[in-house]
């Protein structure tokens, strides 16, 4: 897992990296494929496991987000405002619509079939990718939001989305006429990433204020009791704590714990029931940008990449790190019971 | 008869056969007792919530949480032996064994300082009755956990709509400065218009730190504020902008919805910005500031700063000699006025601002002649909303 250049304990550095900042990274549902989004305006699908390059595609500005739809093809989110399919064998792609302004999120939801990508213009459109190419045959609706989407996540039926301003929308893309709940959210400074728990029971959103808050989908008293939040990626330092942004979370398909990154350089990983720390990593040379795991949970993809929290200054260069996962590092620990 | 042998009762007896008290099978009064606290021992932590020794997610995972919930500095509640749910503690006040197993103890651990007490760590059910309060939480808040992001929006009250308003993320900057880069604008410029932005959120957060506290829902309080008179009795969102029906500041209508992100981003730091561009109908002196196309504006920025604050900012910012264009370059990035924020960030001379933006304050709302002009030339938009007798 060493190589040349990275010590071992970061993961093995995936050669051929983007040239500019890393904006997000997915691993496949089906594979070890990961799909690489940057802002030097390119889409980048690589092999993790064979560490290998399989396709690049470039694009009218700097691509915000990416996203699989299966093995064969994904989509991306540009600031060129467009949303595009990308199809991997041929290394072509297409635009399947555009927004008003940069297109920040793309998700696919196999539940309802559809793409969905939030944007700066504050709204959600919903696109049916299977039509031909052209906005009047792919968009299936436009949905305003109180401000510029930031972050979106989905599971089974539900959509979440986290703007500016604090807002947070909950769908049921079942029926997106209206969103299902209307949320502000439970930190007090700028949300950073929303994602779903994978039993579908809640969301996780994170802030620049190196926090993360625990969030129920079901309002019901007792369920609205459970939801909590944590300081994180939090650095004490002459007396006063220096505030890190969480920039990425990333559940664990199989345990249902998590990671987060931050821009302090360093992934957690957390146990979200029993309230604990699991693991920290050690530290990457810069701000955490994204973060994946591998469908079986055994690779996390870390995309140590600045992200201009402190505007432009001199930074290391940007890298994506490929890691084995121990089973230590995010089983939850069973708790210590009373003999019978 | 003798009485029956506690150790054997318990499991065993040293004394065996030898022991001078009963060995034998408790009796029918006994043997419920024993059955029942049995039961209870086995199943750990009850009946009530079904917890069973193997489970890690179901039933209850959060109970932990749910006391605590609701109760800020409470890590361990006493009531709640089990760090489980409310529900079983009946269940358990009349066990006679307790003894015979420890209380589930959740150690929330974390990486660092002793942070036991950050099982909620934000102040829970906040309600905005009382302004001096919600002031205690800001400046609380703005003490302790002021991040690293400067361009953000915030909200005293969790679950509440913010105070101040017009946050910007790191990519919209980030993509921002691209865009004029490629545009040919020079990194000096950008670099300025960025400051700008910072400054003036600055200034908000300032604002909303020293000035007293106003509550959003309860517009009767507004008698209690200080001589800056704002107007605004509007709920949700503007508290921090003083919002009120002659500044129809809404994120919504600033500026066209075009297709640059520039745009977007300078219509959200319109709001963000103080409301004093409203009276001027098309804010001339602000579109300025970030030029459609990038036009020079350097005369005004540094104006605000030399206005309340102590100017530590502005000056610690040096151009940087480089005019390499950042964007697809190589690793080696220009240095940037920014580089201020990383160790110490600027909020760290907001004590002195404080107090120099107060005096500031007040010696700008006596001159209302300012108000009066039909526009402002750049830098000599007042930092606050205009009072009361100025607005129409």
Known sequence: MASAAAPASLGRELSDPPSDGISNLRFSNHSDLLLVSSWDKSVRLYDASANVLRAEFMHGGPVLDCCFHDDSSGFSAAADNTVRRLLFASNKDDILGKHDAPVRCVEYSYAAGQLITGSWDKTLKCWDPRGASGQERTLVGTYPQPERVYSISLVGHRLVVATAGRHVNIYDLRNMSQPEQRRESSLKYQTRCVRCYPNGTGYALSSVEGRV??????????SQAKKYAFKCHRKSEAGRDIVYPVNAIAFHPV????????????????????????YQYSKYPTSIAALSFSRDGRLLAVASSYTFEEGLKPHEKDAIYIR????????????????? | MRDLCRNFQRGSCQYGDRCKFMHAVPQQQQQQRNLNSNNSNFHGFGVQNGFHQQQQQNANPFG???????????????????????????????TPQQNQFKPFENKWTRGGATRQSDNNPISSNHECTDPEVCKRQI???FKQEKPLWILTCYGHAKGAPCDIVGDISYEELRAEAYEHAKRGMNLQSIIEKERNALNSKLAEFQKLLSEPYRMPFNPSLNSQNNQNANPFSMPIQNTGQHNANPFPITTQNNGPVSVSSFSQLGASLNAGFDRSTAPAANTPPLSSFFGSGGNTFAPNTANPSTRGFSGAPSSTFSPPAQSTMFPNSTSQQPSFGFNNLSSTPMFQTTPDVQSSSMSQEENVSTDLSIWLKEKWNPGEIPEEAPPDSVVR
């Open chain 1, 324 to 340: 084995g996962v121990n089973e230590i590092e995010v089983k939850p620990k069973p708790k210590v019971l009373p003999p019978a």
């Open chain 2, 139 to 141: 400046a609380e808040d």
């Open chain 1, 255 to 278: 345990y249902g714990t998590f990671a987060t990154g931050g821009c302090d350089g360093y992934v957690n990983v957390w146990d979200g029931n029993n309230k604990k720390r699991l």
């Open chain 2, 64 to 94: 932990f949480g749910s006391k605590s919930a609701s109760q800020p500095q409470q890590q361990q509640p006493k009531t709640n032996p089990f760090g489980f749910g409310v529900h079983n503690n009946s269940q358990f006040k009349g």
């Open chain 1, 213 to 222: 808050a625990m969030e129920f989908f079901d309002l019901s008293e007792a």
